[in-house]
């Protein structure tokens, strides 16, 4: 009787309407998050933060880490993301961090050059997951035609959230991870690219995986890691100076993925980048580079 009264309800249409616009589900996060804090000990910073041509959705901090968050509601769908067979999970993650203790460049060096002190490198932090370059979406259905857009926008607006100067972040050393909330199924598919047919160019063989959490990591900026690098570099470097990390989580699994962030490390298995430890590298650099 109650399904048949809210069927017939003169604000029906209001309720579709508002479903459609993704809001509710982004709220459900957030409030998610916000009452669960004592569990997993992460705040929200932020909300509907503006950013070039739209909203960063949610921001949460943790100590010197933050997740930058688009709440993304996809209706009866499923996201693809191609891995190789034997592919293992990996704690790895590119990300941009922001690094208070950057000398400042010299006038005369800085004009024509838009340097910031927000830099990129590769962490690593649990839970580890499978790592892919590939996501296949529903075409013509669903919020997003492609994933790439959709993962680019997010990353540049954490690279933009790290430049920010005017920002107290608590701290000198801050790192942005960009994550993707959605209600929609993660499957990965496990293939071989050597059982592809050139004829068909389709699957030989494959097998299929749900996921709560999955890395993406491609080129989704045109952006250096560092600015205060200007040398010219081979086309294999350029490349993954450029590339990026991002964090699909599934909606229901978040909470365990915020409890079981841990081992939170640089590249180089330190807390922190040799270029916050020892900020005066950078200039060095410079110029040695010049002469």
């Keep these: 009787m109650l399904v048949e009264d809210r069927e017939a309800s003169p604000n029906r249409p209001l309720e579709e309407q508002v479903n459609r616009s993704g809001f509710p589900f982004q709220l459900a996060v957030e409030q998610t998050v916000r009452s669960s804090v004592r569990e997993h000990s992460w705040e929200v910073a932020a909300t509907e933060l503006p950013w070039e041509s739209g909203f960063i959705d949610l921001v949460l901090k943790n100590g010197?880490?933050?997740?930058?968050?688009?709440?993304?509601?996809?209706?009866?769908?499923?996201w693809v993301f191609l891995v190789r067979t034997g592919q293992q999970p990996t704690e790895r993650f590119r990300m941009p961090w922001w690094n208070g203790r950057a000398p400042e460049i010299p006038p005369l060096e800085r004009l024509g050059l838009n340097t910031?002190?927000?830099?990129?490198?590769?962490?690593?932090?649990?839970?580890?997951?499978?790592?892919?370059?590939?996501?296949?979406?529903?075409?013509?259905?669903?919020?997003?035609?492609?994933?790439?857009?959709?993962?680019?926008?997010?990353?540049?607006s954490a690279q933009g959230l790290a430049e920010q100067e005017d920002v107290d972040r608590g701290d000198d050393f801050a790192c942005y991870a960009p994550m993707i909330v959605t209600n929609a199924r993660l499957v990965t598919c496990e293939m071989d690219p050597g059982l592809v047919s050139l004829e068909t160019g389709k699957l030989g063989s494959a097998s299929w995986s749900d996921q709560a959490v999955v890395r993406f990591q491609k080129t989704l900026t045109r952006a250096s890691s560092n600015d205060y690098e200007t040398d010219a570099v081979d086309l294999h470097t350029w490349q993954t100076e450029r590339n990026r990390s991002v964090l699909?989580?599934?909606?229901?699994?978040?909470?365990?993925?915020l409890k079981g962030i841990e081992n939170f490390r640089h590249d180089d298995f330190q807390p922190a980048p040799l270029a916050w430890s020892n900020p005066n590298l950078l200039l060095r650099g410079r110029r040695s580079r010049k002469t």
Excluded: H, W
């Design 116 to 156: 910031t002190k927000a830099f990129c490198d590769q962490f690593f932090f649990g839970p580890a997951s499978l790592e892919s370059g590939y996501c296949v979406v529903p075409k013509g259905k669903g919020p997003i035609p492609s994933f790439e857009p959709l993962a680019q926008e997010l990353v540049l």
């Design 248 to 257: 699909i989580v599934r909606a229901n699994a978040l909470l365990e993925v």
């Design 64 to 78: 010197r880490m933050f997740f930058v968050i688009e709440c993304k509601r996809a209706e009866e769908s499923t």
